[in-house]
């Protein structure tokens, strides 16, 4: 089974403040929801609550610390490595990783693939994505989306690691 995180960073990483994202693209969104349609989506709790539901057409995989937590039509475990040991044991060829910025920092190391989005933001933020070492990864090749009077500029390109 392939790991993949799939991720919107600001130019330091950013990815969120005060359990919220930080923008608005609703082009980044609409890609999100292609790439993890049919697909775990593997997430802490912090993340999940920001979101508020199961997201339609996707099997959600939730890491929490807290015994009892339960969500329904969600599956929930406590680590990170039980949580791909659940989508793979359910067939799942890809699973996709989420957020928020504590699960990036375990799953970097795990990872084949990120889905990496960069956006042209400047804010306040509280959560960051691991830093990156661009040495361990290929790009497919950037897709630029300049700024416009509504939306920020972004970037999106797949990055695969290099020799796992």
């Given at each position: 089974m392939m790991v993949s995180i799939i991720v919107a960073v600001?130019?330091?990483n950013e990815i969120g403040h005060n359990?919220?994202?930080?923008?608005k693209l609703p082009e980044d969104l609409k890609n999100f929801?292609?790439?993890?349609?049919?697909?775990?989506?593997?997430m802490g709790r912090k993340t999940f609550e920001s979101i508020g539901k199961p997201l339609p057409g996707r099997?959600?995989?939730?890491?929490?610390r807290q015994e009892n937590y339960q969500v329904e039509g969600c599956l929930i475990t406590n680590s990170l490595i039980k949580a791909l040991?659940?989508?793979?044991?359910?067939?799942?060829?890809?699973?996709?990783?989420?957020?928020?910025?504590?699960?990036?920092?375990?799953a970097l190391s795990l990872a084949d693939k990120i889905y990496y989005s960069k956006v042209d933001f400047e804010g306040e933020?509280?959560?960051?994505?691991?830093?990156?070492?661009?040495?361990?990864?290929t790009s497919s090749g950037k897709k630029l989306h300049p700024k416009t009077d509504k939306l920020l500029g972004w970037s999106?390109?797949?990055?695969?690691?290099?020799n796992k």
């Open positions: 600001g130019p330091q359990g919220a994202l930080l923008w929801k292609k790439i993890t349609m049919d697909h775990h989506i593997i099997t959600t995989v939730i890491i929490s040991e659940m989508a793979d044991q359910n067939g799942e060829d890809e699973a996709m990783i989420i957020g928020g910025g504590e699960i990036y920092n375990h933020a509280d959560t960051y994505f691991p830093k990156l070492n661009r040495e361990n990864w999106y390109e797949v990055l695969y690691r290099n």
